[in-house]
């Protein structure tokens, strides 16, 4: 069973510094038995955090739509995970409002980074928080799962204007705000005919992003984890998407030389 030192240490060793910009997507069975079971692993990162921003996704897509619209910012909880569920709770967190695709933070400009995000009416948009994230020089962290989680990648299909991304029209989507009013908040979903899912293919990443040093892998307990820096992986899968739009269509590898001798781009570009 991990005690909270040894996972504190394992945190340290995936080489994410104390004031970083850190989105976590999570599995919390893959981590293993833990003393203070899901409670702990959430200390571990606000403690380990305390300089930075610590964001987890607290996306709603899977129940929120046209027969069920109206998002409830306090109450509604999340599709994506137990230690989501636990963290949009706890106090000094702060939930954006987007009606699918939410996020809580915490940190000393939580409230910042999370304002305005129901204004708009994509999941991803680019000046929404999954675009803070590029320009903060953020770090995402995929704990026990795998970049077929990586929602910003859809954000990156969306700011490099692929096509079949969205669908046609918006739904009437509503938000209720925890000061107690309704607001529209018309939403386009996410949609990629004729591949119902087109996260799952996302994994094709993985090798070109370790191979060119975006990415690492490490551990969290029992957990295998890839920690990816946020600008060079957007760059880069966008130069990708230019090359081809429908890479994401097919589970082929990436060709080698497309990223093989690539030096990391860590200017921001988009």
């Known amino acids: ?15 994410i510094k104390p004031d970083d910009t850190l989105l976590i997507h999570s599995s919390m069975k893959s981590i293993g038995p833990v003393e203070g079971r899901a409670g702990t692993v959430l200390d571990c990162f606000s403690e380990y955090m305390k300089d930075g921003l610590l964001i987890f996704p607290t996306h709603t897509w899977a129940q929120i739509n046209s027969r069920n619209p109206v998002f409830d910012v306090e109450n509604e909880p999340t599709c994506v995970g137990i230690l989501t569920e636990l963290f949009r709770k706890r106090p000094g967190v702060i939930r954006s409002w987007h009606p699918t695709h939410s996020v809580a933070a915490l940190g000393n400009d939580a409230a910042e980074f999370v304002e305005g995000q129901e204004k708009f009416n994509t999941p991803c948009a680019r000046e929404s928080c999954w675009g803070k994230l590029y320009d903060r020089r953020a770090k995402i962290l995929f704990i026990g ?19 079949n991304r969205l669908t046609p029209n918006p739904e009437p989507l509503k938000v209720l705000t925890p000061d107690g009013r309704l607001l529209d908040s018309p939403q386009y979903r996410h949609y990629s005919p004729p591949v ?7 994994v094709i990443l993985e090798k070109p992003l370790v191979e060119t040093g975006i990415a690492t892998i490490g551990r969290l307990g029992d957990a295998r984890t890839i920690l990816c820096d946020v600008v060079p992986m957007v760059n880069l899968v966008s130069d990708f998407l230019q090359r081809d739009p429908d890479l994401f269509m097919k589970t082929d590898p990436i060709p080698t030389e497309w990223y093989a001798g690539v030096e990391p781009n860590y200017d921001i570009l988009l």
């Open 145 to 163: 799962c795998g970049l077929n989680r990586n929602t910003i990648i859809h954000g990156v299909e969306e700011w490099n204007d692929i096509p």
């Open 196 to 202: 119902p899912l087109i996260s799952e293919h996302y």
């Open 1 to 15: 069973m991990y005690t909270k030192e040894q996972l504190l240490e394992h945190i340290q060793e995936l080489g």
